[in-house]
């Protein structure tokens, strides 16, 4: 048993990765044997991952917020607390917060045989942003 207790300042979602202001806290990092690794992660308002995929898929868990994501050629689809999506291994897409509201959720993933977990592309511009459906259009019981 090990105890990590809560004195790990969280770090800054970098520009490379992502758009607008993320908060990232650790939950785990993979270590052999496992390849298992979890965060939370704060969405300020507007902000969003850049267009990425991860090579073994990945699973994200809304907690508090509204937050968006978007798998490429779908459509951009809004998430509540308690929505989980699972993203199927190399399947392109983004996740964030909505333009209005701020976004939590816990995103797990495996790595592959060469330790990654995730390949990164370009950042979502704003008109892909832009074209989430209105909130008032939307709810946790409509879709
Ligand atoms: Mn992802």
Known sequence: MQITRNRTDSS?????WFTGTV????ITTQTAPSRVAAANV????????????????????????VGLCQRRGGPVEVIWPGD??????????WHGACSTRFMVHVAIHEAD?????VSWGAA???VEYGSAPRLEDSSPRSS
């Open 124 to 126: 979502v511009s704003d």
């Open 113 to 117: 045989d060469s330790g990654s977990t």
């Open 23 to 26: 908060l990232i806290d650790t």
């Open 84 to 93: 989980r999506v699972v993203f199927a291994p190399g399947e392109d897409h």
């Open 42 to 65: 704060h969405f300020m308002p507007g902000a969003r991952t850049h267009w990425h995929s991860h090579p073994v898929g990945q699973t994200i868990w809304v907690t508090e917020g």
């Open 12 to 16: 800054i979602g970098p520009a490379d």
